[in-house]
């Protein structure tokens, strides 16, 4: 017990020491090529946990994808339902893993599906489905996704408890509601409307009841929530879109932009900073990822590499508590590969390391 209580200790330091030195002097980062499975051509990392283990998928071609568990320094293929097909989009703080597999498409193709620590694989889809997809996994291992029915083309968002049991999150505005994070007390965000989103709205769901959050005008859409109850995610301007986050009150705060015509936030940790990318046109493909926090503002990720070898850092999907941040970009290479960036501590901040190290240390041997 005072084991795990230690290793969540160390995990707090860790976290307080990344946003101390990005507060400094907005921190440089290491740099990890995370490379590729065998026999696929790009890596793109969705999620990282506190212990710096990643979900994501690789690319071999022609719409088809294969899972992965990357965990110090190597990356594992995930197995698939019914065949090598599959996407990871989300991982907690045990090692879980839930996205979806089966076959290549977008509804009635795939299933829900989780892999265990182990990396065993299991079909998770909710009843009666015809395709769906698990998009978020929190500590307690409640799931929230999406499903479609009897091949209708809408998808519908689900909470599934730790028991199994699903829950249908409802809809506003249309047919569609889609999940995309939940965090550790249930509470689900993401995105409801119609026509895939041409009518768009970021909500909360707590408890089964769906609220829609504000927004600057246009569309919204609700991408991350941290313990704290901070959503992030992108709405649609006059002349763009922008990253925005909701407080917990539900003011909503634009981010601004790099110089382009649109942002989007993918991730907040719970010290409130913010990952994600920007895009240049009304296309919304990503030229540069960035960092946001309260007191640096927007900052463009490649400028906050520890002696970039040439690195373009196109987008950044998420940011764990200990300020690690994963996501793709282009290598010196010219290969579109997932990146680790890993926060260089300042002398000091090594120093309150080893001094909390030994303090915990000592309180051990009592």
Not at 40 to 48: F, G, K, L, N, R
Not at 155 to 183: C, E, K, Q
Not at 279 to 296: G, I
Not at 327 to 339: A, K, L, V
């Amino acid at each position: 017990m005072f084991h795990t209580a230690g290793r969540w200790m160390a995990l707090a330091i860790w976290g307080l020491i990344a946003t101390t030195a990005a507060a400094a002097h907005g921190a440089l980062y290491l740099i990890t090529d995370l490379g590729t499975l065998s026999g696929s051509t790009e890596s793109h990392p969705q999620a990282i946990n506190d212990f710096g283990v990643i979900a994501g998928y690789c690319s071999v071609g022609q719409g088809t994808f294969r899972a992965f568990r990357w965990s110090a320094g190597t990356m594992t293929k995930l197995p698939g339902l019914t065949s090598e097909y599959g996407v990871a989009y989300d991982i907690n703080s045990s090692g879980v893993i839930v996205g979806k597999s089966g076959a290549p498409g977008f509804l009635g193709d795939a299933h829900a599906t989780l892999w265990s620590v182990d990396n065993i694989v299991s079909d998770i889809r909710p009843p009666k489905e015809s395709g769906s997809e698990a998009d978020a996994i929190n500590a307690a291992g409640q799931i929230a996704g999406w499903q479609s029915s009897n091949g209708l083309y809408y998808t519908r968002g689900f909470l599934r408890s730790t028991g199994g049991v699903y829950t249908d999150m409802g809809a506003f505005d249309g047919p569609d509601s889609t999940p995309d994070a939940i965090n550790a007390a249930g509470v689900v965000v993401g995105t409801t409307g119609s026509n895939f989103y041409a009518i768009g709205h970021a909500f909360r769901w707590v408890n089964g009841t769906m609220t829609i959050l504000s927004s600057l005008g246009g569309n919204s859409v609700a991408h991350d929530i941290n313990s704290t109850g901070e959503i992030v995610g992108m709405c649609n301007i006059t002349n763009g879109r922008r990253a925005v986050r909701w407080s917990t009150d539900g003011t909503i705060a634009n981010l601004g932009t790099l110089g382009g015509y649109a942002t989007s936030a993918n991730a907040i940790n719970d010290f409130g900073q913010i990952v994600g990318f920007n895009a240049p046109d009304a296309e919304l493909k990503p030229d540069h990822a960035f960092l946001f926090s309260n007191d640096q503002g927007m900052k463009n990720l490649d400028s906050l590499i520890s002696s970039n070898p040439g690195w373009v850092l196109r987008e950044a999907t998420d940011i764990n508590n200990r300020g690690q941040i994963v996501g793709w970009g282009i290598n010196p290479s010219g290969q579109t590969h997932g990146f680790l960036l890993t926060p260089v501590p300042e002398p000091r901040m090594m120093l309150a390391v080893t001094l909390c190290g030994g303090a915990m240390m000592r309180r051990r041997r009592i």
